[in-house]
């Protein structure tokens, strides 16, 4: 029902920044909590970031917090990650999600809760 289109990866060196964009299917999307998870090659997919339906709240790993912001814009249906201070270990493809389950204060962290999924944008960092 909603189709999710990442956008905004390449290759940048450590303590650079990149933008991530994921462009949603229609204005419904705004009904849709959204997440941005990552998975490296070898490695379990891992969240990174979440934000309420309204932007209200947010959420971020420990290993992000300080460094990525998440935002949205659904009058774009647009949902965004900033990422600053860029690390090696935060190299991987970067996926957009989105769920309209409750109880996302408990749930924003699992990927098994999103039932639309992105493509992916694949994020380098380099050393």
């Known amino acids: 029902q909603v189709q999710l289109v990442e956008s905004g990866g390449g290759l940048v060196q450590a303590g650079g920044s990149l933008r991530l964009s994921c462009a949603a299917s229609?204005?419904?999307?705004?009904?849709?909590?959204a997440g941005w998870f990552r998975q490296a090659p070898g490695k379990e997919r891992e969240f990174v970031a979440a934000?309420?339906?309204?932007?209200?709240?947010?959420y971020y790993a420990d290993s992000v917090k300080g460094r990525f912001t998440i935002s949205r814009d659904n009058a774009k249906n647009m949902v965004y990650l900033q990422m600053n201070s860029l690390k090696p270990e935060d190299t991987a493809v970067y996926y957009c999600?989105?769920?309209?389950?409750?109880?996302?204060?408990?749930?924003?962290?699992?990927?098994?809760?999103?039932?639309?999924w992105g493509q992916g944008t694949q994020v380098t960092v380099s050393s």
């Open positions: 934000i309420t339906w309204n932007g209200g709240s947010t």
């Open positions: 999600a989105g769920s309209i389950s409750g109880y996302f204060s408990r749930t924003y962290y699992s990927a098994g809760k999103y039932p639309y």
């Open positions: 229609g204005r419904t999307f705004s009904n849709y909590n």
